[in-house]
């Protein structure tokens, strides 16, 4: 059974009514997504930090995967399915896919501000200053801020290394390390791209643009494969 090897970004998740940071306006303009997404501006303003993410986290709750994600789940029943994900959603995991690899960290999740191995599922949108670990420290958003390391890359390295189809659906690939990935993709290997807008690859890669959006593309691209 072949192995399909799919990272996937924002644009995976757009057509279920997830917003960016630039996307969710209101009081949020008047911050830098630094602010709210470093451990820097943890330190300045938790609590809105804190508000930013129970903000994002309601909205998921909300939320319900769209054709791409269950297209990419029914895609086990032919092939090996391996989804490398940006998005901090469990989209994909709600529409079925069994073997999902989270970059940036997952919304739903939380852990503890002196011990990341201490890690917890949230069963609401809501996380609270006063909210504490077993060990009493401050739990925190099982986010990946920037400054911080993406510590789960290698382990998405060694799987793009064995893929026999790559594809990549809704991501500028301009965020760094996941558009280093590219670079360990075997040589032969086809690559998929599906986004609907132009897109600017600098690696000397060729790539069957699919431009649609997800849940379209993703039905071509069965259809291809």
Aim: proline share 4%.
């Amino acid at each position: 059974m072949k192995t399909v090897v799919v990272l996937t970004g924002a644009g995976m998740s757009a057509e279920s009514g997830i917003k960016t940071f630039r996307d969710m306006g209101g009081m949020w303009e008047q911050y830098n997504v630094t602010e709210v997404a470093s451990p820097e501006g943890w330190v300045r303003h938790p609590e809105v930090v804190l508000e930013f993410y129970n903000q994002r986290r309601k909205q998921l709750f909300e939320s319900k995967p769209n054709r791409g994600h269950y297209g990419l789940a029914e895609m086990e029943r032919d092939y090996n399915v391996k989804i490398i994900t940006q998005n901090v959603d469990d989209l994909h995991e709600r529409a079925g896919s069994s073997s999902v690899l989270h970059l940036h960290g997952e919304l739903k999740k939380v852990r503890s501000t002196t011990d990341s191995s201490l890690v917890y599922k949230l069963d609401n949108w809501e996380l609270k200053l006063g909210d504490k670990c077993e060990k009493g420290s401050q739990l925190r958003p099982h986010i990946v801020w920037f400054g911080e390391p993406v510590s789960a890359i290698a382990q998405a390295e060694e799987i793009v290394k064995k893929s026999d189809v790559f594809v990549v659906i809704g991501t500028s690939l301009n965020v760094y390390p996941a558009a280093g990935l590219l670079w360990d993709i075997p040589a032969g290997v086809p690559v998929y791209l599906i986004d609907p807008g132009e897109m600017n690859i600098q690696q000397s890669i060729t790539v069957t643009h699919i431009k649609r959006s997800a849940s379209v593309g993703v039905e071509e691209l069965r259809e291809t494969l």
